[in-house]
Nanobody, 123 residues
Framework: QVQLDESGGELAQTGGSQRLSCAASGRTFSSYAMGWFRQAPGKEREFVAAISWSAGRQYYADSVKGRFTISRDNAKNTVYLQMNSLKPEDTAVYYC????????????????WGQGTQVTVSS
């Protein structure tokens, strides 16, 4: 069992930066691939970024590649999402999630989810 708690979402201006954190409870955090997803009003939840258990591999959605960076600190049971050059279209609730079976970008591959943190980017 893994419990996830996101934080760091706030109001930002276009071109600004923000870092989201996701703190995990449970002794097996380091064995899970971790991902960030987001959901804007009226839209489906979409993949943003994922990182393998060892942090050796990262995947990004094309829409955030070059602007967002996912990282993790297994000693702190925490995964991060550094977001730079923010755009209004990045406005969404951001969720972190844990995948027990490996790195993926589909919601069905993730077993545990946080409650989400709101990111709003003003134009």
């Amino acid at each position: 069992q893994v419990q996830l708690d996101e934080s760091g979402g706030e109001l930002a201006q276009t071109g600004g930066s923000q870092r989201l954190s996701c703190a995990a409870s449970g002794r097996t955090f380091s064995s899970y691939a971790m991902g960030w997803f987001r959901q804007a009003p009226g839209k489906e939840r979409e993949f943003v970024a994922a990182i393998s258990w060892s942090a050796g591999r990262q995947y990004y959605a094309d829409s955030v590649k070059g602007r967002f960076t996912i990282s993790r600190d297994n000693a702190k049971n925490t995964v991060y999402l550094q977001m730079n050059s923010l755009k209004p279209e990045d406005t969404a609730v951001y969720y972190c999630a844990a995948a027990p079976y490996g790195l993926g970008y589909l919601t069905d591959e993730y077993k545990y989810w946080g409650q989400g943190t709101q990111v709003t980017v003003s134009s």
